[in-house]
């Protein structure tokens, strides 16, 4: 694979050791690096953060929503400034490097371009986007989906399966929940927004190649499905004479798989946790829940899911005398990276000499927020079997480190880019 070296030997140091570092903020109660939103490893890893971003010459303030910002001065702060980061939490049971990556990364740059005495002409803005995995509110993002005033009180009211509330969590993770809707800096106008991060998938690794210019985010629709059926006694009550809401539950989550399976161009569709009440085994189960997901970076297709599925379901869980409830959220549209930033970073790495694809993303990312506030871009790197939320999650150093690089001379380009605001969810 071609890679291309930071010119600063210390780099490789500094991004190994800022990814081992901050692996050890994790759940000694869960397998992986598990570092999940609002918990107590998450907690203590944001000091870590904002102490890496003060040693590299940044100054460092945390928002309203709870990002960490690392400002690097330009030559005039009152133009719109340009914006890279990342997020630091995992999934449970996660890896090491999904959006951790993009933090450390952007706070190496960020340090090279101070270090070699290169001041951009407007602001730099590192962040450390707070909980942008999806969480038990069925949220994700919520620190760029907060700087882009895109958090909702009813996202506050969202509850978890214990039936305490997001706008609760907040407040117990010592921030207010009624300022998360006003948030400060991003109401200000910004340049460009710029994310490195890892691929999460196969493609790069395959095809040998070190980078990926991000063309589009997929679109991800969530929903909980409930199914009630009848409690009955598992011995003397016939096959034919049941409400098995778990047998209805079951086709379900065959139709899920079935609708991604059926996607014309791009679709993938996923069940994650599927939760009978009936804790006997001598009971014919009367409640179900389960929880899926559709995503797909295509509009049409994906905006169709919702009635598919919906009705597909419902005739299935009708055969077996069961009903069903749906509660559907989208977490996020397809949004389009900008033309004009993915020309910029492609210029870039061809001055570079770093090869590159142009990539979707099936991963979301706080990108996507930020989308509505700037030109959005992102760079990809390769991850190792296209692992990703697992403990085996893995990317190697240099080409970490070639990211960093393609990074710190596209966000030098951006800086005098002209750039059109024109930012699109297709
Ligand atoms: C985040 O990694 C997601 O794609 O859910
Ligand atoms: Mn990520
Ligand atoms: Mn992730």
């Known amino acids: 694979?071609?890679?291309?070296?930071?010119?600063?030997?210390?780099?490789?140091?500094?991004?190994?050791?800022?990814?081992?570092?901050?692996?050890?903020?994790?759940?000694?109660?869960?397998?992986?690096?598990?570092?999940?939103?609002?918990?107590?490893?998450?907690?203590?890893?944001?000091?870590?953060?904002?102490?890496?971003?003060?040693?590299?010459?940044?100054?460092?303030?945390?928002?309203?929503?709870?990002?960490?910002?690392?400002?690097?001065?330009?030559?005039?702060?009152?133009?719109?400034?340009?914006?890279?980061?990342?997020?630091t939490d995992t999934v449970d049971g996660g890896g090491r490097f999904d959006g951790i990556v993009g933090v450390v990364g952007a706070i190496e740059a960020a340090r090279q371009l101070r270090e070699s005495g290169t001041q951009l002409s407007r602001d730099l803005l590192v962040v450390d986007f707070l909980g942008e995995e999806s969480n038990v509110f069925g949220l994700s993002c919520l620190g760029s989906r907060a700087a882009a005033r895109e958090l909702t009180a009813a996202d506050l009211d969202r509850q978890d399966y214990r039936g305490v509330s997001l706008g609760q969590a907040y407040a117990d993770f010592g921030l207010d929940p009624t300022s998360l809707t006003d948030v400060q800096w991003?109401?200000?106008?910004?340049?460009?927004?710029?994310?490195?991060?890892?691929?999460?998938?196969?493609?790069?690794?395959?095809?040998?190649?070190?980078?990926?210019?991000?063309?589009?985010?997929?679109?991800?629709?969530?929903?909980?499905?409930?199914?009630?059926?009848?409690a009955d006694h598992a011995g003397t009550t016939s096959m034919t004479d049941r409400q098995d809401a778990m047998i209805a539950?079951?086709?379900?989550?065959?139709?899920?798989?079935?609708?991604g399976c059926g996607a014309p161009n791009h679709g993938v569709a996923t069940t994650t946790r599927v939760e009978s009440e009936s804790r006997s085994p001598n009971v014919v189960p009367s409640l179900v829940r389960m929880m899926s997901e559709v995503r797909s970076v295509d509009t049409?297709?994906?905006?169709?899911?919702?009635?598919?599925?919906?009705?597909?379901?419902?005739?299935?869980?009708?055969?077996?005398?069961v009903d069903v409830g749906f509660d559907w959220s989208t977490d996020n549209e397809v949004v389009q990276a900008s033309p004009g930033v993915q020309d910029v970073v492609a210029s870039a790495a061809d001055i570079l000499g770093i090869p590159w694809m142009p990539i979707p993303s099936g991963a979301t990312h706080d990108a996507v927020h930020m989308a509505s506030l700037a030109p959005m871009g992102m760079i990809f790197?390769?991850?190792?079997?296209?692992?990703?939320?697992?403990?085996?999650?893995?990317?190697?150093?240099?080409?970490?480190a070639t990211g960093v690089t393609a990074l710190v001379s596209t966000l030098k380009a951006l800086d005098s880019a002209e750039l059109s605001r024109t930012t699109a969810t297709s």
């Open 186 to 230: 991003a109401r200000k106008p910004l340049h460009a927004f710029l994310e490195l991060h890892i691929e999460q998938g196969p493609t790069l690794e395959q095809r040998q190649l070190p980078l990926g210019i991000v063309t589009a985010i997929t679109g991800i629709e969530r929903f909980i499905a409930t199914f009630s059926g009848s």
């Open 381 to 400: 790197i390769p991850s190792k079997a296209g692992k990703s939320h697992c403990p085996e999650e893995w990317s190697d150093t240099r080409d970490i």
């Open 249 to 259: 539950a079951a086709e379900a989550v065959l139709a899920v798989r079935r609708e």
């Open 1 to 87: 694979m071609t890679t291309l070296s930071s010119h600063d030997p210390g780099a490789h140091e500094r991004l190994d050791a800022g990814i081992t570092e901050l692996a050890a903020y994790r759940d000694p109660e869960r397998h992986g690096w598990t570092r999940e939103v609002f918990s107590t490893p998450y907690r203590e890893s944001r000091q870590w953060t904002a102490a890496r971003m003060r040693d590299a010459g940044l100054e460092v303030f945390t928002d309203p929503a709870g990002n960490i910002i690392g400002r690097l001065e330009g030559t005039n702060p009152s133009a719109p400034a340009l914006v890279t980061g990342s997020h």
């Open 300 to 321: 049409d297709w994906l905006g169709g899911v919702k009635g598919r599925l919906t009705s597909e379901i419902l005739v299935k869980a009708g055969d077996y005398g």
